[in-house]
């Protein structure tokens, strides 16, 4: 058995290489080979993958709102605070108000553009 160490320097060169091992993979008369070549492959594809998406709002652990930490989400005063759920969708009618985009909400929110979208559309339901 040969070990073998390789170096890549950007994302798409090791998307390449993951490419050119699972061909190599693919033409291999040996199952064993083949087999230990893809498996190179989806580790490279694993280091590349961007990390999943982790939601900063939190779960309320009690019933108030902190209208201070709403009040620096809406003005946009960094570092922002983390929210619970009940102050980010204060904050974000906040932000319906004041006429800032979706995902301009969301990434002062620290949600997804989807919930964000959602919360409007609750809102402006039930002012209807």
Excluded: F
């Excluded at 280091?47 to 809406?74: K, S, T």
């Amino acid at each position: 058995m040969i070990d073998v160490t390789v170096r890549v320097k950007s994302p798409t060169a090791a998307r390449l290489l993951a490419g050119l091992l699972r061909q190599a993979a693919a033409d291999e008369a040996d199952r064993g080979q083949a087999r230990h070549w893809r498996g190179a492959a989806r580790r490279l594809d694993e280091c590349v993958r961007l990390p999943r998406y982790a939601p900063r709002v939190q779960r309320p652990q009690a019933a108030e709102i902190d209208h201070g930490a709403v009040r620096r989400v809406v003005t946009g005063v960094h570092p922002l605070p983390v929210l619970t759920r009940d102050e980010a969708r204060l904050a974000c009618w906040h932000l319906m108000v004041n006429g800032c985009s979706i995902t301009e909400s969301a990434e002062r929110l620290g949600v997804r553009p989807r919930t964000v979208s959602r919360w409007r559309a609750e809102d402006l339901g039930g002012c209807s």
